[in-house]
């Protein structure tokens, strides 16, 4: 089975839902900002009673972050599930069940860890010839980690946990305007900020794990 065929199946499906899902609120935005119906600007330049249409705008841009944070998550699991099914074929392994005793001799915290320790112990896999590094594709499973754990019932836009921002202090899914507003003496966060996927920070990640995957494949030994 090609399993990286798959997985491009996959992520093209989660570039062309985030795209769908995306357009609605995109436009909204857009025509608020050019005062398009039905948002048509009504108020003075003199009368400022502050941005007309806000409560909209907000709604939009919370949607957009939700469509952001399920999109990631759809690439989360359609790594795991590529690499799952590669370490299987690699371990002789036809069921899921079967994987859980082989991957207990490898070391990590997490999965992808573990999975990883495996490739580099069992092909030719080396991280110093991977063509994305460690930390960015496993910034991509801490964050939707984030996501679908955070624990402020007040918020659908949830911050980076304190144990993943102490490994990594500049998210890659943190928005630049909280990084520059929010860094201290050492050009780096105080505190955990915002996770917000972009459609150009989610098109990235997809890009690293296509490129990270293709690499992985070129490692195999059973053919």
Known sequence: MDYLAILEDHLGFIERFYTAAAE????????????????VHTCSPEDYDGPEYLTEGMEAEK????????????????LH?????????????AKTEALSPILKQYKGDGWFARYCDFL????????????????QIEQINLSRNDIYHHEMIDTTQPRQSPKHFE???????????EIEAFSGEEDQPQFPLTI?????????????????CTFVEAQRTKW
């Not at 609605?24 to 948002?39: D, Q, S, V, W």
């Not at 949607?63 to 699991?77: A, F, H, I, T």
């Not at 989610?202 to 296509?210: E, H, P, S």
């Open 24 to 39: 609605p609120f995109k436009t909204t935005l857009r025509k608020i900002e050019a005062g398009e119906e039905p948002f």
């Open 63 to 78: 949607c957009l972050g939700v469509v952001g944070n399920c999109s990631l998550g759809l690439l989360e699991k359609a």
């Open 81 to 93: 599930d590529y690499l799952r099914e590669f370490i299987m074929r690699e371990a002789g392994v």
């Open 120 to 135: 580099e112990k069992k092909t030719e896999f080396e991280w110093s010839r991977s063509p994305v590094a460690f930390e």
């Open 167 to 177: 490994k990594y202090p500049v998210s890659r899914f943190a928005p630049e305007w």
């Open 196 to 212: 917000a996927v972009t459609c150009e920070k989610l098109a990235a990640a997809i890009g690293d794990v296509r490129q990270f």
